[in-house]
Structure formats: C-alpha cells, structure tokens
DNA sequence: AAAACTTATAGTACTTTTTACTTTAAGAAT
DNA sequence: ATTCTTAAAGTAAAAAGTACTATAAGTTTT
C-alpha cells in the first residue's frame, strides 16, 4: 500500500503506478449565453467529427500544456465569435470517469454573456455549423453538455441577482424596458415596469445619455449605459445591486 | 497548423503532438471549515513531503483514474476527519500554468463544513500534522492555497446567504444564540438578537425541541434541529431562506 | 393638421419587511 | 429571598416593495 514514486507529495496510500496519475485530459466547454426577441439563446456548434458527429455540442477545446484555463477559454470564444473582451466566468467543472468516450477527460465549464448584435460566429475545420437556440428549445446535445448547460444556467440566475451583469448581454446603449427584458427572460419572471425603472435607477450605476432611441413607434425611450467605473468605486464599500 | 490525430474532434488548431494533451495531473483540494468559540477556522495539515516539506497546506490528493470529483474529495474528507456525510462544495478549479513546482496539475476546489465536535482528525503516512486555524490568523501555506481558501471563503458566504448551511457547522441540536454566532463568524456582521430569532422562525425550517441547554449559569435556551425534510420539500416550491 | 394610438415616465397609496428597542420570563448563583 | 444573566416575546417607527393611476411625448392614421 505504498506509492511507487516517495517524492511525490500527495495523501495517496495506493498501490497503482504513478504515471496512471499523469494521464488525464483536460478541456475547457463554455455555455455562451445571448439575448434576442425577449429571449435568453445559446450558442452551438455541430460538431464535424467523431465522436458525436453531427450531434450539437457547446464550443470547447483542449487546454494546451503552457495555457492557463481562463485563456483557454477565452481562446475558444475569440475564436468562434471573433470579439475581444467577452464576459465569462468559470463556474464548474466535470469530472464524471465517463462522461467522455475517448478515455478520462475532465472538462472545465465557462459560461460567457455576449452583446448580440455584435456576434458573427465563425465555423472552423472542426465545426460544420455555428447556431443560436432558444434556451427553452435546444437540440439533442452530445457528451454531458445538456448537464453542463443546465448548471450554467442555474449559475448564471444566482449571479445574475447579486452583480450587475445583465447589462453584458445588451448593446452599449440600451433602453430601460430593454434591460427589463432581459432580466425577464433570465429569471423567468415578470417585473412591473415603473417599479423595476424606479429600482434600477436608484441604484445610481446606469448614466442616462442625450440620445434617444429611434425608428420606433411611439414615443422613444431615452437610451442609457451602465456605468462600470462608478459600480467599481461603490463595490470596494458594500455590494450595491440586487434584485 | 493542423493536428496529429485527425480522429479527435475538439477544435485545436495547432501542431503540438496529441499526446501532449494528456499529461494533466489532477487533484481535489479541500478547504474544512469549522466554527468554534464564535470563530470560524479551517483545518489544515503539516506537509511531511517535498515539495514544501513541512509547510502548511490544506488536505488534497490526486484523484484516481477511475474516481470521479466528488467521490475524490469525498475520500480525503473521510480519510481525514474520520466522519461520514460532511457537507462539501465544488468551488472553483485552479490550474495556472505555474501553480504548481513538480508540472502542470490543476485541482479541483471543494469546501467543507463540519460539525466541531465530532472531528477528530487523522494523521496519515504524509502528514506531519492536522489542525485548526482561526481564519483570521493563518500560517503561510504552500503552492496557490492561500487564493484557493480566499476564493472557497467568498464562496462559501455567497452561498450561505441562500441556503441553509450553516447548520453544518453545528451539532444536530443546537440553541438560537449558537446559530446567530456561526452567521455572525460567517458573514462578519452583527446581528440583533430577537430579530435573528424571528427572522430564523419565520423560515419554518429549524423544529423547537422538547430539551434545553444545560450546565449554563442563566436561564437555560431552548434546544432547536435543521428540519432538513420541510427544507427539500419547500425548495420545490420556491427559495425560501435569505439572510 | 387634428385625432388616435402606443409606450415612456412620474407619481401616489398601500402593504410588507426590516430595524431598533423595550419588557417580561426563567433559571443559576449568592 | 435576592441578584444576576440570558431567553424570549412584544412594539413602534422606518424602509422597502408592490400595485396601480395619471400625464407626457412621440408616431401613425384620418
């Protein structure tokens, strides 16, 4: 009950060959989360090669041996949406021995909120086709990806609540009731429309702008944007935003 | 600029052989929480191993190529602390390039709560030593677990805002003043006594019991338990604990 | 150009929750 | 019996949340 390399630093009282300690992939798998129409999207690749071929998948890659895991996956969203600086945020990682047919490979999750004008995903050699889908109504998915993408989801309700990250899924320059959709379609409930506005407002972190929105219509709403530097100075005191 | 094994399907585009993808080391840490004397405190161990020999560390070991996550931190909690059914967390993962002297392992964060009484922890082949620390005074640890039992502290007084656990870190009976102390140790805010108390009931989670403390020289305080049945049945419904 | 329509935005009244504090109760120690 | 300490219940004011109404400011229709 020893192991058979002592240098090795470890709690492991076992007897298997320490080299069958060293063979493990690792991935990093990202939930990217969009917002049109009301309603809350996901991105999927279909996937061109076994296993899983052709079934959906959510966008994900190997690590490389000299690659922190935030870049990789930051790697794997520049690379499909062609944007810089997307919000993402691990949130868990799975391990299941076999969630993975080709042998012991853990995978790290991310989910990322992505502005959804700006997107235009691009397909590479491994990817047959690049597609949103309604959250309520996605495809069949390959591996353990529907897992990974329900806890993402549940993930993404609970910090949504507590940070003031909704405003990464809207254009820059967003109006109110734009903002109150979106948090509609994350935590599938209704908000009355006064109250959210007086709520949102009192929390002094969105700047209304000159400008109002156009080709609309009715009378147009004023345009607003968030204001990251001023939720950076209230954050060092005490957390501000919740819903 | 394309890949050795044309057979996997992940997205790499790059000329690094396959089998440098495997060579992922993997590990579980733990970070035990325990709350005594209205302090909350952590449990760690003396590494008797380079590297860092005779450095303090929190409780980690490799995971087995035919263990999952979860059983992995399992194991090293029970292995540890003698105790079945402790409550423990996924967290975070940990995986810089560099975090790591012997070469790339990354590890999987879980935290733990435990019931102080009941521990009793136990030395193993490589451990010199296992104690309690006071949060608030902790010794210099090896390799990155200083940030992991930063990131598992935010973690856990994120979480036990919305859910009912901080019941782990008391016996199965316990008086209202004990559970507003571990809330008080927890999330680092005083609370005012006969509001907790009302608030807490108000919950109609915790069942009264027919016992009160003794050997206390004042008026003796009703025994209480964590009704764990009425808290699965009502989370159906809807969340119903905030602190 | 006026009227009708739609949504923005301000305001108000009511309900519930939170907060701060006071009072009384119950046992132990002297 | 008296004193001490903490439990536990109660109360009132403040704050926050909820539901709804009224007016404003545009576009489209007539």
Request: negative net charge; hydrophobic residues 40%.
């Amino acid at each position: 009950m020893h192991r058979k390399n002592p240098d090795f630093y470890f709690l492991s009282e076992n007897n298997l060959p320490f080299s069958d300690f060293l063979h493990f992939g690792l991935s990093t798998d990202c939930v990217i989360f969009g917002y049109k129409n009301k309603a809350l999207r996901v991105l999927l690749i279909q996937r061109g090669a076994e296993p899983y071929m052709n079934s959906w998948a959510i966008p994900g890659d190997l690590v490389y041996p000299d690659e922190d895991l935030d870049s990789s996956a930051n790697r794997i969203l520049q690379h499909l949406t062609g944007l810089e600086n997307i919000y993402f945020e691990q949130f868990h990682t799975f391990g299941s021995v076999d969630r993975h047919p080709v042998g012991r490979v853990i995978t790290v999750g991310y989910y990322s909120l992505v502005r959804s004008d700006n997107h235009k995903p691009i397909a590479s050699t491994w990817v047959k086709e690049v597609k949103w889908f309604d959250i309520n109504d996605l495809p069949a998915l390959g591996f353990d990806h529907e897992e990974i993408i329900h806890k993402a989801l549940l993930n993404l309700r609970k910090k949504v609540r507590t940070e003031p990250i909704g405003f990464e899924l809207l254009p820059e320059k967003f109006t109110l009731l734009e903002l109150q959709g979106v948090y509609e379609a994350l935590l599938q409930q209704q908000f009355d429309k006064p109250n959210f506005r007086k709520k949102i407002l009192s929390m002094d972190l969105i700047t209304p702008l000159n400008e109002v929105e156009s080709n609309v219509a009715h009378r147009p709403a004023k345009l607003f944007n968030f204001d990251k530097k001023r939720y950076d100075a209230k954050k060092n005191n005490e957390i501000s935003f919740e819903l």
